[in-house]
């Protein structure tokens, strides 16, 4: 039985800007910072690694909401919402009240 299964080809990375809102920026600690990846999933883990001194910001990333050029992704995998080149990913944290 052969081990290779079917597979989309790979997403090539593109550049564009993550921006953070409310806590996102205050754990954070800056609004918004460039990204290098293909999918959201690539640029969620960058982030980990890059602010891993703060885990209050990398426990955050885990119940907040994202726009992907000012679409919501929704509960889509993370890893197959591609980016585009000079797009955006808003990162929108829980927002009391509602």
Do not use: N
Not at 25 to 52: S, Y
């Amino acid at each position: 039985m052969s081990a290779t299964t079917e597979s989309s080809p790979p997403v090539a990375a593109v550049t564009g800007t993550i921006r953070y809102w409310a806590a996102a920026k205050a754990e954070a600690g800056i609004a918004e910072e460039p990204f290098r990846a293909a999918t959201l999933a690539e640029v969620l883990e960058q982030v980990r690694q890059r602010h891993a001194e703060r885990p209050g910001f990398v426990r955050l990333l885990d119940i907040c909401s994202y726009l992907v050029d000012s679409e919501p992704v929704g509960s889509r995998d993370r890893a197959e919402v591609r980016l585009t080149e000079g797009g955006t990913v808003e990162v929108l944290p829980p927002f009391a009240g509602g």
